[in-house]
């Protein structure tokens, strides 16, 4: 069992005091700004990427775990206890959790949360370990024309499949395409739409433009806002401890949530989010009080948070295994891992296997410090909730600037957040998905070397590219995603798509 | 004017006062982690340790070949006697292909400091087992056989532009992937989608020590130690290529500064853990410095326009 051995010694490093001290320190700041209403796990991570800078690259990392499942715990809080889900994939939460908050039971509905959460990434991560040495050696055999196939299909998945229209989601996708040829072409060395501008030679960095779309943009739009009815956060009533009967009624849903999460995260394809909506249904179906379900079942949050964390760390099985981000929050991460010019795929689990495996053990350590953080620290957490909007916007906008020029120290690049930003309020004012333009712009260059080093190796005969049957099968699933959700809008189901929206901001 | 002279006296006398050590900054154009990051930071720990400079700091600029770091560097570190910048040979080929505003003219070279022989591999299973068989494939038709390896442009680029070349193959038609670096080209080299992998022997060592790559020949005037693999020259291809990295001080600097500086990196390349860092590193020692290297550089940068026009690179 040779995944034992490195997983061993990769906690053996997470381990270490320093190290410790930097999950630590990731997990309380993702926890901190993943609570905050509005912001939801890409925001975080984009926003604190800047933090982890001046580490080295192993603390750097675990650092970035202990922000990416902060941030997940601190959103189920927020919809849990303010009904205004940061992300999608907390919506499901937000249905069954802020009706328990309301009748008095917050405490129960945070606690099947925060140890569902718990559960399920603790599963859902060695689960990861075990399935990454199967997925490397699968990715090795994979060449241009298959990669490109696969990301062929992420960006049908990501833009098209889910959302209220297609064609919004295709435009969102191509403007991060359009976005992504900027800088050096790699195959030719040859500058393109730089305009002259040196900042602009090595392309447009994801973090800014991640930071741009979703927190500038979610400011304006906040700002441009009229304000509705005071928004009621529910107090924390009563025990926070689960009744006999609530430990019965969640373990089941939290085993089935992770069951459902975690193989749909690791899907190289977008749409990790729908695993929430399965496992909801799951257990309405499943259910023994459906009578409950519209009016605080503990099951309804119970399983979809389950599910919500597996399928995260289900998403970290194509990022770190491929190289191939499948959310938006993949997307930033795989930004991470780049600017130590490491780049995630089949060859760092061979040339700095001690990496990797140091940040699969740490998502373990950071998963075991949230549920002694999140419980007794609720009462905290919750103060941060009450944060009056014009403040909370006008701290994030300084500190998406600060990040933006600590990261970048160039004129050029403000002006790219700020011209970001009101793209991204345009994105947001005419409900246009943000995630495929972040995705277009990190997979779109990716995308395209894949595409010509395949027509390069095959002189430029273009059958190369469903020679295999891999890419045949990839490029089967890409059509149907395109064109299902096609006909089923045409049926007028397309209320449910609209649901699964991956809007994680 | 009594007044203006004599503070100009008290001024010349502080500057004459030899600072104890000096302090450096030291651009990497590079990421963390490549060549010429581990080239900064070795000189980083070297000049401490050693006393010859009292603080570096080393500050990463990366992107296009690092001309995003020389401009940089260019533009804001004139006549700053404490700036340097790391760069080498893949950067004299970045700045022609990104027709890039600055070049190594605008800086006031100091030394080179080490060289990295290119290695040509083919993956274990491959039929060519010699460097003779990938030139008579090569010969047959050049489009048949790819090249991966860095950059576009790069040395490796440049070193697969080189054979074919000198075996009387037209050199745009050498079928170059480029990857952004040598180690990122090995899974695809590794799993058969090109014919042949070249870059420098350190992104290769630990599979050809493995046994996954068989290396063919190596590009240096030497062979390379515990490797089985002749020179290039002994392989009948009249090439001799070594990728080899330097460090420059700002423009407009004095010539009594640039000979501060020259005699601490001078210092630096001497002694005994600079060459321990090497040897651990597998660098070739290949210092050189004033009006040497200032000729060997003019004379490098020429033949790395000719090659990259061959290549088709730069118009």
Redesign the interface.
């Given at each position: 069992m040779e995944t034992f051995g490195l997983l061993f010694h990769g906690l053996g490093l997470a381990l270490q005091p320093m190290n410790l001290l930097y999950a630590l320190i990731g997990v309380t700041l993702g926890t901190a700004v993943g609570v905050l209403p509005g912001i939801g796990p890409a925001l975080t991570v984009a926003l604190l990427l800047p933090v982890t800078y001046q580490l080295d690259?192993t603390g750097s990392l675990i650092m970035f775990a202990g922000i990416y499942y902060g941030g997940m715990y601190g959103g189920s809080t927020t919809s849990i206890l303010l009904n205004t889900p940061g992300e999608s994939a907390s919506i499901v939460t937000a249905l069954e959790g802020n009706k328990m908050a309301r009748k008095g039971r917050g405490g129960p509905a945070l606690a099947t949360a925060a140890i569902g959460s718990f559960v399920a990434g603790l599963i859902a991560t060695l689960g990861l370990a075990f399935i990454s040495p199967w997925m490397v050696k699968f990715?090795?055999?994979?060449?241009?024309a298959d990669y490109f196939a696969l990301m062929v299909l992420a960006f049908v998945t990501v833009s098209a499949a889910f959302g209220d229209s297609a064609l919004r989601g295709l435009t969102a996708l191509f403007l991060g395409l359009a976005l992504g040829l900027i800088g050096?072409?790699?195959?030719?060395?040859?500058?393109r739409l730089s305009f002259?501008i040196?900042?602009l030679?090595?392309g447009v960095e994801v973090t800014t433009l991640a930071v741009a779309l979703f927190a500038v943009g979610e400011a304006l739009k906040i700002a441009a806002t009229p304000p509705e009815g005071e928004e009621r956060i529910e107090p924390v009533k009563g025990s926070v401890w689960m009744t006999k009967q609530d430990w019965a009624r969640s373990w089941k849903p939290w085993l089935r949530g992770t069951a459902i999460g975690f193989p749909i995260g690791a899907m190289p394809a977008g749409g990790a989010e729908i695993g929430t909506f399965l496992s909801y249904s799951t257990e309405k179906a499943l259910t023994k009080h459906p009578e409950e379900f519209g009016n605080g079942a503990i099951e309804g949050v119970a399983g979809p948070e389950a599910a919500n964390n597996a399928s995260a760390a289900g998403t970290l099985v194509p990022l770190l295994t491929l190289g191939l981000p499948t959310s938006a929050t993949a997307a930033i991460m795989l930004a991470g891992f780049?600017?130590?010019?490491?780049?995630p795929?089949?060859?760092l689990f061979?040339?700095n296997a001690p990496l990797v495996w140091s940040l699969i053990a740490s998502l373990l350590v950071a998963n075991f410090m949230l549920i002694v953080l999140n419980l007794p620290l609720v009462g905290l957490w919750v103060r941060l909730l009450a944060i009056p909007k014009p403040w909370l916007y006008a701290g994030i906008l300084t500190f998406a600037t600060l990040g933006c020029i600590g990261a970048n120290p160039s004129p050029v690049e403000l002006a790219l957040l700020l011209a970001f930003g009101l793209l991204g309020y345009g994105l947001r004012r005419f409900s246009y998905p943000i995630a495929p333009v972040v995705v277009g712009l990190i997979l779109g260059p990716l995308a395209e070397q894949q595409l010509r080093?395949a027509l390069?190796?095959s002189?430029g005969d273009p059958s190369v590219l469903v020679h295999s049957p891999a890419a045949i099968i990839l490029y089967t699933i890409a059509a149907i995603a395109l064109l299902l959700p096609l006909i089923l809008r045409l049926r007028g189901k397309g209320a449910v798509l609209k649901a699964m929206q991956a809007d994680e901001d | 004017m009594l007044l203006r002279s004599l503070s100009g006296v008290v001024l010349a006398a502080v500057l004459a006062v030899p600072a104890l050590a000096a302090n450096y900054t030291l651009i990497a154009p590079?990421?963390?982690?490549?060549g010429w990051?581990q080239t900064a930071r070795t000189m980083q720990t070297v000049m401490q340790d050693e006393g010859i400079a009292g603080n570096v700091q080393v500050t990463n600029v990366?992107?296009?070949?690092g001309?995003?770091g020389l401009?940089?560097f260019v533009n804001q570190s004139k006549g700053n006697p404490e700036a340097l910048i790391v760069g080498g040979y893949v950067m004299l080929?970045?700045i022609l292909?990104?027709?890039s505003?600055v070049d190594l003219t605008m800086v006031t070279p100091i030394a080179r400091l080490t060289g990295e022989s290119e290695v040509i591999v083919v993956p274990a299973s491959s039929e060519i087992q010699t460097m003779a068989d990938l030139v008579t494939r090569l010969k047959a038709d050049p489009?048949?056989v790819?090249w991966a390896g860095g950059?576009?442009?790069g040395t490796d680029h440049i070193a697969a532009g080189l054979i074919a070349k000198a075996v009387g193959v037209d050199p745009t038609k050498v079928?170059y992937?480029?990857?952004?670096g040598g180690?990122?080209a090995?899974?695809?080299i590794?799993?058969n989608?090109?014919t042949v992998g070249v870059s420098g022997y350190g992104e290769f060592e630990s599979q050809i020590e493995a046994g996954t790559l068989r290396a063919l020949a190596v590009s240096g005037d030497a062979r390379i130690e515990g490797l089985d693999a002749p020179t290039l020259k002994e392989a009948g291809v009249d090439v001799s290529l070594e990728n080899w990295r330097m460090v420059a001080a700002a423009p407009g600097i004095t010539p009594e500064q640039e000979a501060a500086i020259t005699a601490d990196i001078t210092k630096m390349a001497q002694s005994e853990s600079w060459k321990k860092a090497l040897a651990d590193r597998g660098w070739i020692d290949r210092f050189q410095s004033g009006e040497e290297f200032r000729n060997q550089l003019a004379e490098d940068t020429t033949a790395t326009a000719t090659i990259l026009k061959a290549i088709g690179?730069v118009k």
């Open positions: 690259p990715a090795l055999s994979l060449g241009p050096i072409d790699l195959q030719t060395g040859q500058a002259g040196p900042d030679l090595d780049q600017q130590f010019g490491l780049q795929g089949p060859l061979a040339t080093r390069a190796i002189q | 590079a990421a963390p982690g490549g990051d990366p992107g296009a070949g001309t995003i401009a940089q080929g970045a292909t990104n027709a505003p489009g048949a790819s950059s576009a442009g079928n992937i480029a990857y952004s180690g990122e090995l899974a695809a590794l799993g989608q090109v690179l």
